[in-house]
């Protein structure tokens, strides 16, 4: 984003302390940062923190003598590449979906032709309230993008969705959001486990929590993609500007994905699609008795081979989740599959991988690779939609036969 025109809305939420260390990572890209303050936000962080931060005066009354014929909102709005709120609470939210403009940011945000991107920042219960689900859905008809928000602990002691993404992942948000390089594409990404039925009761699963696949679909709708999310039974919510299908099995997940990829521009299997199921799930359940239950397992459909086998295929890409020889298994996928990405990564190890925020992945394609290294499952989501546009282009920055890596992922 260097040489790039940002201007910054903060809103009044506590996670407007986070938005100073924003503006420090946006410059680190080389982004000219402006800020503008609602009232409400000066009562958590003070405009000299963000002047000291920016380099630049911060605005904060809509009225501004100092500014061209006394309009700053329009100065500030035709001066702004990009709009991004961070923190945009549930109030400034409702403001634009209205149409409001009683104060600076509001005006502004009406006022520009510059792109706009929300991190929203609030209580769970507001979030979920549906009134606040009424106003993003308005938000995302008219283009405007969100990132996020985030789930996890809360500073009212809550825990759920509601949290402001961390300034690392805003930042690379915006990066992609800037490109808009899928408009007009159709993404179908798959996510979190199967569950293969033994009985009503039992089934045959695995540790996917979902949460990469569901970032890699998040990614993509910031990146201007129309996304077709496929989930199995995770407990996440829905990003924004996603269209999600639930399914349980894996022929289920097969059928669903065939019917998409004829349509679909770019497919990203993520889901940990189980291998086996029962051949003959009882109907009823299966009563304790022996010591010994003897299940005849049966192979499940290859969904990523069988799109990639596909006559007018979407690029396509796989995952591969390995415990070991992570180089070695993923090369022998890429080639038998005859996928045009495939993204590796450990699992089995703290603090990496299924059930946590965090993954670190390998890319390869056919002769070469990359590594993406450690970082959140969000930032290298982000930073894997980066690598697929850049090949949909045409663009072949992956030396062949390297091992270089990328830029690092910023706080880890």
């Known amino acids: 984003m260097s040489g790039k025109h940002i201007l910054l809305g903060v809103t009044g939420g506590i996670a407007a302390y986070k938005s100073a260390d924003l503006v420090r990572r946006l410059r680190e890209t080389g982004a000219e940062v402006r800020v503008v303050m609602t009232h409400g936000a000066l009562a958590f962080v003070t405009p000299l923190t963000f002047q000291a931060v920016s380099g630049n005066p911060v605005h904060t009354t809509l009225l501004d003598e100092a500014a ?39 005006t502004i945000c ?121 989930a199995g039974p995770v407990n996440l919510e829905t990003p924004a500007g996603v269209h999600r299908m639930d399914v349980r099995g894996a022929c289920e997940m097969r059928d669903v994905v065939m019917e998409l990829a004829a349509s679909a521009d770019v497919f ?45 295929r979407p690029f396509t890409v796989g995952f591969a989740a390995e415990t070991e020889k992570i180089r070695e298994y993923a090369h022998e996928k890429l080639s038998r599959k005859r996928l045009d990405m ?24 056919p002769g070469g690779e990359k590594d993406l290294g450690k970082g959140s499952k969000r930032h290298l989501a982000q930073l894997l939609i980066e690598e ?11 030396e062949a036969g390297s091992d270089k890596s990328t830029r690092p992922a910023p706080g880890n």
Request: charged letters at 20%; proline letters at 5%.
């Open 388 to 398: 697929v546009v850049a090949r949909l282009k045409g663009v072949d920055d992956i």
């Open 342 to 365: 495939i993204a590796a990564n450990r699992v089995g190890q703290s603090g990496s991988g299924f059930e946590s925020e965090y993954n670190e992945i390998l890319i390869l394609v």
């Open 268 to 312: 990203i299997g993520v889901a940990a699609v189980a291998d086996y199921t029962p051949g003959h799930p009882a109907d009823r359940k299966i009563k304790k008795g022996a010591s010994k239950l003897k299940l005849e397992l049966v192979s499940t459909p290859d969904i990523v081979a069988e799109v990639a086998a596909l006559d007018n």
């Open 110 to 230: 009406l006022a520009t032709t510059a792109p706009l991107l929300l991190a929203p920042a609030m209580n769970q219960q507001m979030w979920m309230n549906p009134a606040t689900r009424a106003n993003c859905a308005l938000l995302l008809e008219r283009g405007i993008r969100l990132a996020g928000p985030a789930s996890g602990s809360q500073a009212c002691g809550e825990t759920g969705p509601g949290r402001m993404m961390e300034p690392v992942d805003i930042v690379a948000a915006l990066s992609i959001t800037s490109t808009s390089a899928l408009t007009g594409k159709h993404v179908v990404v798959t996510a979190g486990p199967t569950h293969e039925d033994i009985d009503p009761v039992r089934y045959i699963g695995n540790r996917s929590s979902g949460k990469m696949g569901f970032a890699v679909a998040e990614a993509a709708a910031l990146a201007g993609a129309r996304v077709s999310l496929v």
């Open 68 to 106: 061209e014929a006394g309009m700053g909102h329009i100065e500030l709005a035709r001066w702004a590449d990009q709009v991004l709120v961070a923190p945009a609470t549930a109030n400034f939210m409702a403001r634009l979906a209205h149409g409001l403009a009683d104060d600076l940011l509001s």
